[in-house]
């Protein structure tokens, strides 16, 4: 058999032990090329660069 709680948890003490699990915004550093903002230690999605240099290729949109 398990055992049983004695007594009900509050929701604030639940908030409180919990208090880690939180969500947390990323950090967005700018791009040195385009000035946009960017995920530090990524590849820029605007332009495509990366510690000075182009490392994937953005497809342009092609006006007909």
């Avoid at 999605?45 to 006006?63: E, L, N, S």
Wanted: proline share 9%; net charge positive; aromatic share 2%.
């Amino acid at each position: 058999m398990a055992g049983q709680p004695k007594k009900r948890t509050p929701h604030a003490a639940q908030g409180e032990r919990r208090s880690h699990l939180r969500l947390v915004a990323a950090n967005l550093s700018q791009c040195p090329q385009c000035k946009a903002p960017k995920p530090a230690h990524q590849a820029c999605p605007q332009c495509g660069m990366f510690r000075g240099r182009q490392a994937i290729r953005i497809k342009t949109k092609t006006r007909t």
